[in-house]
């Protein structure tokens, strides 16, 4: 059973559009919550964490919304550049506890 | 240079041989760990280490071997390696466990 559900699996959209990516998780044990950015041939590289405390995290052009009531959290790109072209890996995990787990991942295509 | 490595880059090796890949860290991370990424799937633990000498199972343990006698070092074994454990590998590191860094990767093809 997966843990953490993204969707969708992939995402075009234009220069300067806001992609969205979403995911969904069942485990309320859950308090931890990182999106990763990943390029062809590179491993992971964390971008953003969120708690369950806050319902909203910004930095810089990403933003990290979060709704404890109903168990999802979404990644938003601001002002995406063809540079943010990469997939996109949400996970959960609970704080004291180190067992990551994944979604399935979403492949961005920001076009020029 | 400070920051986590892998080795090899790239592996090709048989059904039922045994092959170790290995991971490296600079930073002294008290937390290590390996994971599997195949597509579809996204990346799935295979095992971690809070410490040297600590080492317990995530997702996905069956057939893979760990050992972690240096803090720097969390090498992972595949006993007998098998088609299903073609993938690409990745190794992490964090000082308090949930920020993971992750290396680049080892892409390991079983013929």
């Known amino acids: 059973q997966q843990q953490v559900k993204q969707s969708p699996q992939s995402l075009i959209v234009q220069k300067g559009g806001i992609p969205i990516i979403n995911c969904a998780y069942e485990?309320?044990?859950?308090?931890?919550f990182p999106w990763y950015q990943q390029f062809p041939g590179k491993g992971p590289a964390l971008l953003i964490a969120i708690r369950p405390d806050v319902s909203e995290k910004k930095e810089g052009r990403f933003t990290i919304s979060f709704n404890k009531s109903a168990k999802q959290f979404s990644l938003h790109i601001m002002d995406s550049q063809p540079g943010d072209s990469a997939t996109y890996f949400c996970?959960?995990?609970?704080?004291?506890?180190?067992?990551?787990?994944f979604g399935s991942g979403t492949k961005l295509n920001v076009k020029p | 240079d400070a920051g986590i490595t892998q080795s090899p880059r790239y592996k090709i090796t048989e059904t039922g041989r045994q092959v170790t890949l290995m991971c490296h860290q600079t930073?002294?991370?008290?937390?290590m760990f390996w994971y599997r990424q195949d597509l579809g799937h996204g990346l799935r633990l295979i095992y971690y280490?809070?410490?040297?000498?600590?080492?317990d199972k995530g997702e996905v343990p069956d057939g893979y071997v760990v050992s972690r006698s240096k803090t720097e070092n969390f090498p992972l074994t595949l006993e007998s390696a098998t088609r299903s454990q073609t993938s690409v590998y990745f190794c992490?590191?964090?000082?308090?466990?949930?920020?993971?860094?992750f290396g680049p990767g080892t892409r390991l093809t079983v013929t």
């Open positions: 992490a590191s964090s000082p308090v466990g949930y920020e993971q860094y």
């Open positions: 485990n309320t044990a859950f308090d931890y």
């Open positions: 996970a959960a995990s609970s704080y004291n506890f180190n067992k990551f787990y």
């Open positions: 930073w002294s991370h008290s937390y």
């Open positions: 280490s809070a410490a040297a000498d600590i080492t």
